[in-house]
């Protein structure tokens, strides 16, 4: 425990934030889950019994907006994550309560620290940013399957990224709603690398789709630096892990990155993201008519002028926020 006598409480307490955060949905799903099965094998199998009623009656929710609680977006340990890096929001535009949005944010990274800090918490203030506006994160749908694992989750607004919990979103709860997806998703974490601005965008056409048909507007936005709090390891086309990688992709839809940042102080190696500036740059919404069945013409149309204000917004503002000049963005 040497560590501790080389940090002073701010940095220990921030650290500890940024460490808790994926081991505590794993120790929670984990025990959870455990537990559920021991009870159904003693005096108390009543209680296992109630709970999968519940978890069977309550099912829909986190198709259909979910339960997000003011108070745990709120909480002071998103202040300690968000001063890690640290992670900033930056506001170009307003968006009206009148409408509601999709924003699509890029690059993916290895995992997502700035999109979910800046719209699943209240850490950077997106409420004092964007007034009227509800943001829901969306993200795999299989963390949902898991027993109090998925109300922690839903009450920080996160939501599963399937057509039909983002579509209920823009569709059923009124106006001033906006779904925060990470279009690259797993596929572009693999392409994460400091100081490399390449997203997965060519053929991620889904969420274009889903605007024209719900005449959302859609808003680029750009996590600069979410490249750059980890080094990971690329492997070639042909070779026993790349393989391996598209194995875990098709089947549980998460890439296998080999990948390391720091230890538990700056100068060692270990799991923990480098201290990196992570700022999201909220762009322009992009007006988008609303077409029940849009031709592949039309879906094709939006999502190159998507691509185009994506590009301003990076050009403007990449200099600003530690890229050269000369660093172009590049769309695969």
Partial sequence: MAFLFRLNLQEGLQTLSVLQWIPVYVI?????????????????????????????????????????????????????????????????????????????????????????????????????????????????????????VRDYVMSMGVCPVSKVALKYLLTQKGSGNAVVIVVGGAAEALMSQPEVSTIFLKQRKGFVKLALKTGAYLVPSYSFGENDVYKQEAFNEGTCIRFFQKICKKIVGLNFCVFHGRGLTQESWGFLPFNRPITTVVGEPLPIPKIKNPDEKTVDKYHTLYISALRKLFDQYKVQYGLPETQDLTIT
């Fill in 28 to 148: 929670i799903g984990a025990i959870s889950t455990i537990s559920l099965i021991v009870l159904m094998f003693t005096k108390f199998w009543a209680l296992s019994v109630l709970a999968l009623a519940w978890f069977a009656y309550d099912w829909k929710t986190h198709n259909q907006g979910g339960r997000r609680s003011a108070w745990v977006r709120k909480w002071t340990l998103w202040k300690y994550f968000r001063n890690y890096f640290p992670i900033k929001l930056v506001k170009t535009h307003d968006l009206s309560p009148n409408h509601n949005y999709i924003i699509a944010n890029h690059p993916h990274g290895i995992f997502s620290y700035g999109v979910f800090i800046n719209f699943a918490t209240e850490a950077t203030g997106f409420a004092r940013l964007f007034p009227g506006i509800t943001p829901s994160l969306g993200t795999l749908e299989g963390i949902f399957w898991w027993p109090v």
